[in-house]
């Protein structure tokens, strides 16, 4: 007896399909949560009938992968003898199984894990007698699909028979699933409760008993008998028909378009646009200044066009009264500027001066070094010459500063401090 099949023979066949199961499951989370780092929300889950027909696909494709395989290992005669061949083997199950999900797909580990006892069931005892895993998994025992052409709990035939759903040009909704209303979305060009008959702006090309082609009408037709643009029936709307043609309605020329205050219409192609008048304008009849109503504040009329006002040249007195302002005209206004040279703080215009620099800006680094050498140099002097005259007090006053400044010396610090203070910030 090989050492793998004794493995397995102590175990009963569902408990280690349950556990094949669980460990391709937490597998693909662990594989998941490595990859993303950090939780996240968990996915839509997907349609039933549609995760059962994958999980089956997936099966199908292991089986293949799996063909030419064998339990590669121990002894082969006894395999052979007791657990019969890899073929309709447990090993060949639990290897198609480990690989039937993707370690993101948790619709396909749910649904297996509800269904190991099934799965199972099949491989050993329906396998010869209901070849397709799909049909007796899916369909008959899980009852989450319905054959092609039918829809809904009781698997009711579509909208215009199971053979042909929607006549073709459409699809039925929920066909092949628990699911739906069985009713047909029809594909562009096409309608009717069967997709039988033409959408709008759509003509009859061809037609036999089972097969309908419908061809798109002119542009403005809502109805037509052929692509000519005098085969109209029916206009689509902003058109007219005349004599099977349809004519564009100028919807500016009528009281059917509706623009808002101090825009004017543009005719379209079937339709009107609202475009916004010149801003030299209180109401307008087109675009440009020339086709004001009347003219806005800051603009006056010259014949028919509204032309800017010049508020700083036209003004009898300075409009700009600031100290050091001046008038600067803009389109229909103006506003006040400061002079050159000038530049607004506070709201008042002042001479744009460089800042004063400090006593010590244009110090050099070096030159710091210096003064800070000079500066320790010239305060030990006057303690040791304070402590030269015998006074204890200043001698002691001395031997401390001493050592508090050459720690201090020392220090990153003093540097700093001393660099700053020198500099004057």
Not at 147 to 163: S, V
Not at 340 to 360: A, I, L, N, S
């Amino acid at each position: 007896m090989g050492p793998r099949a004794a493995a397995l023979l102590p175990v009963p066949v569902s408990a280690r399909l349950g556990g094949a199961l669980l460990g391709a499951a937490l597998l693909g989370g662990v594989l998941l949560g490595a990859a993303r780092g950090h939780p996240e929300p968990e996915p839509e889950q997907a349609e039933p009938c549609r995760a059962c027909r994958g999980l089956a696909d997936s099966f199908s494709r292991g089986l293949e992968r799996t063909e030419h395989e064998g339990f590669g290992g121990g002894n082969t005669a006894w395999e052979e003898e007791k657990l019969s061949k890899y073929q309709h083997s447990e090993t060949r199950l639990l290897e198609v199984l480990e690989g039937v999900c993707a370690p993101s797909d948790f619709s396909c580990h749910q649904l297996l894990e509800r269904s190991e006892e099934h799965v199972e069931q099949w491989w050993f005892h329906e396998r010869q007698q209901h070849p397709d895993l799909f049909q007796w998994l899916c369909m008959d025992t899980l009852a989450l699909c319905c054959p092609p052409g039918t829809y809904g709990p009781d698997c009711r035939p579509c909208a215009g028979g199971p053979q042909q759903p929607c006549s073709g040009n459409g699809r039925c909704d929920g066909d092949g699933t628990r699911r739906g209303t069985g009713l047909c979305v029809c594909s562009p060009g096409y309608g009717g409760p069967f997709c039988a008959e033409c959408g709008d702006g759509f003509y009859e090309a061809s037609r036999n008993k089972s097969h309908l082609v419908c061809a798109e009408c002119y542009r403005a037709c809502g109805r037509c008998t052929g692509p000519e643009d005098s085969s109209c029936l029916r206009c689509k709307r902003g058109w007219v028909l005349h004599e099977h043609r349809c004519i564009d309605i100028d919807e500016c020329g009528t009281e059917m378009a509706h623009c808002r205050a101090n825009q004017f219409c543009v005719n379209t192609e079937g339709s009107y646009e609202c475009r916004d008048c010149s801003t030299a304008c209180i109401g307008c009849m087109g675009a440009g200044p020339a086709r004001c109503k009347k003219c806005n504040k800051g603009y006056w009329r010259d014949g028919a066009k509204c032309l800017d006002v010049d508020e700083c040249a036209s003004a009898e007195e300075p409009v700009c009264t600031g100290a050091q302002e001046v008038c600067e005209n803009t389109e229909g206004s103006y506003r006040c500027v400061c002079a050159r040279g000038h530049v607004r703080r506070d709201g008042q215009c002042v001479e744009d001066k460089p800042p004063e620099k400090g006593f010590f800006d244009d110090v050099t680094e070096d030159e710091v070094v210096v003064l800070q050498q000079m500066f320790f140099g010239v305060m030990i002097c006057a303690l040791a010459t304070l402590a030269a005259k015998g006074d204890m007090v200043f001698t002691a006053i001395f031997i401390g500063a001493v050592a508090a400044m050459a720690g201090y010396w020392l220090s990153d610090r003093s540097d700093r401090v001393l660099d700053g203070f020198m500099k004057g910030r």
